[in-house]
């Protein structure tokens, strides 16, 4: 399932760069650099199996925090499909945390530099009639984006008569958060049960 | 900006109250966020913490979510930021990633060979379900908010729906939704805002 990989200082540099130049593309969320990491690791430079691509997403859905850390997943991939895979031992798993660090930092600098400067900026200006508006006019955008999301989530289930259990828990969900304050881990712990058992 | 915290704390709102205090929070937000941290970070921090209203929270959601980059850690730049500079912007962001990157590739050490099993496959689409309820349900809270915009009620629904209908309905690329229908909201935001000076 892995690849055998020899991965030069200029490999590793290409892959900071690249991911350097997602970095500030990444509007929405980095998750909408994906296709095209796709494009630059598994079908042009072949240092990620298809495979490991789609895993990596789902695992970082699955595990606590923001969803770039299906970066670094990636990021561990390379480096270990580089070491020889997670049986060559530490110095595989010296290359997977090089391979995490540089996909890291690389995706984060431009994008967080940016927010940094100008978050700042218009803290200090935040009583300007431009501010205010520009905050005004994006919040029904913003709100509507979020119902959105939830809305595409769920629909991604193509098959009505198969999927309808998945869109009820996701109603279900809805209903409950906005009315109750039951601890959100109770109902993720709940769809995994529900899920692993194969009730949906 | 020891200012920012004060003028808070007199409007009987909190604040972090030190650099570890972001590290810790924004960790322990992390890592109750699973298939994204959206959900949790309306709750943490406004429901609980208080250091954000309600308003504010769509303010500053706002702003993370057309600046490039992953949204909450945009957010908590922000919120960092605000109290103490580059260093509280830091130990934000620090806590945000440090604990879930490390859970993460230990997971991924641990479940390697195991994630294309039907049991975990089936955890996943349960737990997916349930997050795109948590980010709907986020929504439908944060439109109490809209009450306070100066563009009035219905012109808010307005450009709420046809946000909707761009991305749900008819999948335009985030990208055009956010360059045409930002600036025309803004606009018109900034007109409504002149009229209130006058009036």
Redesign the interface.
């Known amino acids: 399932m892995n690849i055998a990989l020899t991965l030069t200082f200029n490999d590793w540099w290409s892959l900071f760069l690249h991911f350097i130049s997602l970095s500030l593309l990444a509007v929405g969320g980095a998750i909408t650099t994906a296709p095209d990491i796709h494009r630059y690791l598994v079908d042009e430079q072949h240092w990620l199996t298809d495979t490991q691509f789609t895993s990596s997403i789902a695992l970082a859905q699955g595990a606590p925090g923001p969803n770039v850390m299906f970066v670094a997943l990636m990021g561990w991939n390379v480096g270990l499909n580089a070491g020889g895979g997670l049986a060559a031992g530490w110095p595989a798993v010296s290359l997977a945390l090089l391979g995490v660090v540089v996909t890291m930092v690389g995706i984060m600098i431009p994008s967080c530099t940016l927010t940094f400067v100008a978050t700042q900026w218009a803290h200090r200006n935040r009583e300007l009639r431009a501010v205010k508006a520009f905050k005004a006019g994006m919040a029904p955008i913003v709100i509507a984006l979020l119902i959105a999301t939830g809305w595409l989530l769920t629909g991604s289930h193509e098959h009505p008569a198969l999927d309808w259990p998945l869109w009820a828990l996701t109603a279900v969900t809805t209903v409950v958060v906005w009315k109750t304050k039951t601890h959100l881990l109770v109902l993720l712990g709940l769809g995994a049960f529900l899920g692993a058992m194969g009730w949906i | 900006m020891s200012d920012n915290a004060e003028a808070a704390n007199s409007a009987g709102r909190k604040a972090p109250r030190s650099k570890t205090d972001l590290f810790v929070s924004f960790t322990l937000l992390?890592?109750?966020?699973?298939?994204?941290?959206?959900?949790?970070v309306q709750?943490e921090l406004v429901?609980k913490k208080q250091w954000l209203t309600l308003d504010e929270f769509?303010?500053d959601?706002?702003?993370?979510?057309?600046?490039?980059?992953?949204?909450?850690?945009?957010l908590a730049?922000?919120i960092g930021?605000?109290t103490f500079g580059?260093p509280g912007?830091l130990a934000a962001?620090a806590g945000?990633?440090l604990?879930?990157?490390v859970?993460?590739?230990l997971?991924?050490?641990a479940?390697?060979g195991v994630?294309?099993t039907?049991?975990a496959?089936?955890?996943?689409?349960?737990?997916?379900?349930?997050?795109?309820?948590?980010?709907?349900?986020?929504?439908?809270?944060?439109?109490g908010?809209?009450k306070n915009?100066?563009?009035g009620r219905w012109?808010?629904?307005g450009?709420?729906?046809?946000?909707?209908t761009a991305?749900?309905l008819l999948r335009l690329p985030?990208?055009w939704?956010?360059l045409s229908?930002?600036?025309?909201?803004?606009?018109?935001?900034?007109h409504?805002?002149?009229q209130g000076e006058l009036a």
């Open positions: 992390a890592l109750q966020g699973f298939g994204g941290v959206l959900a949790v709750r429901d769509v303010e959601w706002s702003v993370a979510q057309i600046l490039p980059g992953p949204n909450v850690v945009n730049l922000m930021g605000r580059l912007a962001l945000l990633l604990a879930p990157t859970l993460v590739l997971f991924a050490a479940v390697a994630a294309d039907p049991v496959q089936g955890m996943l689409r349960g737990m997916g379900a349930v997050s795109a309820g948590l980010i709907a349900a986020v929504g439908i809270k944060l439109m908010a809209l915009n100066p563009m012109s808010c629904l450009v709420a729906a046809l946000t909707f991305i749900a985030l990208a939704v956010l229908l930002g600036p025309l909201a803004s606009i018109w935001a900034w409504c805002l002149g």
